[in-house]
């Protein structure tokens, strides 16, 4: 499948205490407007660490940067949200197709600042070091998205991994024989590239193979 809807929009969503799980059907069943106004639900994610309980990400895609607009007010439609923030984001190596993740897991969004004239080689230690990383870890990047409109020096990114659980999280920092100590050693390159990283761990509540119904956070 090839990326026919590129203009990717990421929403923050602040619910009411305790209403994370039906805001999260009310933004599942937009679907079919979303189909409608040429957007692709690409998918919605709870907290497990780092962020509140009733905060939601939601990442939707569409065939034109202007479509996402709308959705705007349908979430202000939603009585159970207090609040959100919106981002503008262009997928630069991932995703390379319209498909959605679909399985469940720990899925980590990074945000980071890099300067702009070291952009490059951030892209090409992510070349070096994912297929590795992948292969290790039974891990997936899901998405390295550059936000649009940054007013800042740097450029601002996120990148969305996936790994099977929480546990492979902390194994994925700890490398084990000379082949991880090689793909952590190019991750820690990229790492140090930025000037400012922060990220926070989620599940997948649009997953098609299991439901996660546990207490994180």
């Not at 709308?70 to 959100?84: F, M, P, V, W």
């Not at 990114?157 to 994925?172: D, F, G, I, K, Y």
């Amino acid at each position: 499948m090839a990326l026919t809807h590129p203009a990717f929009v990421h929403h923050r969503i602040d619910c009411a205490p305790r209403a994370w799980s039906a805001v999260a059907q009310d933004i599942i069943a937009l679907k079919p407007w979303l189909a409608r106004e040429g957007g692709i639900l690409y998918g919605v994610w709870r907290s497990q660490i780092g962020e509140p309980r009733d905060t939601l990400n939601i990442i939707t895609s569409w065939s034109l940067p202007a479509s996402g607009v709308g959705i705007s007010e349908k979430l202000n439609a939603i009585s159970q949200i207090r609040g959100y923030e919106m981002t503008s984001m262009e997928p630069t190596l991932r995703p390379a197709s319209d498909a959605p993740p679909v399985r469940q897991g720990n899925f980590a969004f990074r945000w980071q600042e890099t300067p702009a004239e070291r952009w490059q080689e951030f892209l090409d230690l992510c070349v070096a070091a994912w297929p590795g990383f992948e292969g290790a870890y039974d891990s997936q990047v899901v998405g390295l998205w550059k936000l649009r409109d940054s007013s800042t020096p740097t450029v601002r990114s996120l990148l969305l991994t996936r790994r099977p659980n929480l546990a492979m999280w902390e194994r994925s920092k700890i490398p084990q024989g000379a082949a991880e100590a090689a793909v952590r050693d190019k991750l820690n390159q990229r790492y140090d590239l930025c000037t400012s990283t922060v990220v926070y761990t989620t599940t997948l509540l649009t997953a098609d193979d299991r439901a996660d119904t546990e207490r994180w956070t």
